[in-house]
């Protein structure tokens, strides 16, 4: 399998940027067969997915990111970016990525990357 590692987050001011990356080592070519997604979770609360990016490079965003994040990849590189640009408080939690649906034969889960919005 392939073991997801997300990296990336830190705490950062109402309005800032972050840059999240996700690297699957040794994928080979998985990243053009697969569609894959950023998920986040805040204690209490389901996780949800945030942004999603098809093996065909189609991209789509939740109704709360849309327009302030953008998802891309690089297949050669095996790695998953997420920009998050005008950061809102309530994009605070612990952010992962993995493919859309989920395949846990192929994919593992990392165990992500927490980003703090301060007020």
């Known amino acids: 399998q392939v073991q997801l590692v997300e990296s990336g987050g830190t705490s950062v001011q109402t309005g800032g940027s972050l840059n999240l990356t996700c690297i699957a080592p040794?994928?080979?070519?998985?990243?053009?067969?697969?569609?894959m997604s950023w998920f986040r979770q805040t204690p209490g609360s389901e996780r949800e997915v945030v942004a999603t990016i098809t093996h065909r490079n189609r991209t789509s965003y939740s109704a709360a990111v849309r327009g302030r994040f953008v998802i891309s990849k690089d297949n050669g590189k095996h790695t998953v970016y997420l920009q998050m640009n005008d950061l809102k408080p309530e994009d605070s939690g612990v952010y992962y990525c993995n493919s859309n649906p989920s395949i846990p034969t192929i994919w593992t889960w990392g165990s992500g990357t927490q980003v703090t919005v301060e007020t």
């Open positions: 040794h994928s080979g070519d998985a990243l053009k067969r697969h569609p």
